[in-house]
């Protein structure tokens, strides 16, 4: 919703002549007037069009005003809508007491005062317009975040691929060399003693780029799934970290997901195990992986020192850029994170809507070149 474009106002009245004369007092806005002559029509508006503001009478003969603000606000999507009581009659506390509980923001005596009247409602059409502008950059936002998680992910993938095939191949082309080399017996034994030296050193350097193109993104994850994938990254960080890890799948024949959502999860459980071996001095850690059937769920615990409050509550000042996502890969699938403390030791925890998972949010968005 830009600055410019009107919202809607919709005054309920049974008596047409207060209708027209609302409407002539709330002309000068600039927004468009929408009239409702019953609570019934007034709930039919609201069901097909997005209101800002609603002028209620307090006294109808159908639905009396308190009736109707309950039912417009029972509705999830009216529960914030903004609504002004008008009354002709003098209202007791125990009335207006009433009409805050069903969703009144403010009251408004006859008889009107035309200036009164419009600022207030100009006040909270403003408000809805703002709100709505706010929505639309939120939403941009997220679209952005995901194009760029998609895209961060394609780039791993991409650099893991060329350091597999192009140094790593041109590395296992050097230790064949170099193995041929030392097996020539003319060679002195000093020389010898140098090529072996330097077979060594390429099979420690073939090991690392296999290491470091497996954590940028794994084979396994494409070509077997979540299940595996998963199994083989611990292994490699129980050797490298010291911290002994254990997974559980549950059920057992773990199906596969979309390989949006796969990746979302590995890379969260990547960074949650990450920041074990990194701050929590744990000596142990757990993975638990649940498909319910409606839903997606993944623990990680650990044996450690705790969070402080502050990451525990998500405050922005504490949580880094790995948290942050964390936080923005599970908002994409409609999920949700938690992180606590267990005293001992901090748990991670993830739950994503399988019907959501179904659905991996923008495939179609072009890819974002770096």
């Not at 410019?4 to 609302?22: C, G, R, T, W």
């Not at 005596?109 to 502008?133: C, D, G, M, N």
Request: hydrophobic content about 40%.
């Amino acid at each position: 919703m830009s600055a410019l474009e009107k919202v809607n106002i919709l005054m309920v009245d049974d008596q047409p002549a207060k209708l027209l004369s609302y409407e002539a007092i709330l002309n000068e806005l600039g927004e468009n007037l929408i009239k409702a002559e019953s609570g019934r029509a007034a709930l039919d508006y609201l069901l097909k069009t997005d209101v800002a503001v609603v002028l209620l009478d307090v006294s109808m003969p159908d639905l009396d005003g308190f009736e109707l603000a309950d039912l417009i606000h029972q509705h999830p999507r009216f529960q914030k809508t903004a609504i002004i009581f008008i009354s002709g009659v003098h209202l007791t506390d125990p009335d207006r007491l009433r009409g805050y509980a069903s969703g009144a923001v403010d009251y408004i005596s006859v008889p009107i005062v035309p200036e009164i009247l419009r600022a207030r409602v100009s006040v909270f059409a403003e408000l809805h317009r703002k709100t709505r502008q706010l929505e639309t950059l939120n939403n941009e936002l997220r679209r952005l975040s995901s194009r760029l998680i998609m895209s961060q992910d394609e780039e791993r993938r991409r650099i893991a691929r060329e350091l597999h095939d192009g140094l790593g191949q041109e590395l296992s082309a050097a230790k064949m060399m170099s193995d041929q080399i030392s097996i020539d017996a003319h060679l002195p034994e000093p020389a010898q003693r140098k090529v072996t030296e330097l077979s060594g050193l390429i099979s420690s350097a073939i090991q690392q780029v296999r290491s470091l193109s497996h954590l940028l993104h794994p084979p396994l994850l494409d070509e077997v799934g979540l299940h595996f994938a998963l199994r083989s990254y611990l292994d490699g960080l129980t050797k490298r970290s010291g911290v002994e890890t254990e997974i559980d799948f549950q059920p057992a024949e773990f199906p596969r997901f979309t390989p949006e959502l796969e990746t979302a999860i590995f890379r969260i459980i990547q960074e949650a195990l990450t920041n074990v071996f990194r701050h929590s001095g744990a000596r142990k850690a757990w993975v638990t992986i649940v498909n319910e059937g409606d839903q997606l769920s993944a623990q990680v615990r650990d044996d450690g020192k705790g969070i402080s409050e502050d990451i525990e509550r998500f405050q922005s000042a504490s949580i880094g850029i790995g948290i942050g996502g964390m936080i923005q890969r599970v908002k994409e699938f409609g999920g949700e994170l938690k992180i606590r403390n267990s005293r001992p030791g901090t748990i991670v925890e993830v739950s994503i809507p399988v019907r959501a998972a179904a659905e991996p949010p923008d495939r179609a968005l072009p890819a974002v070149n770096f």
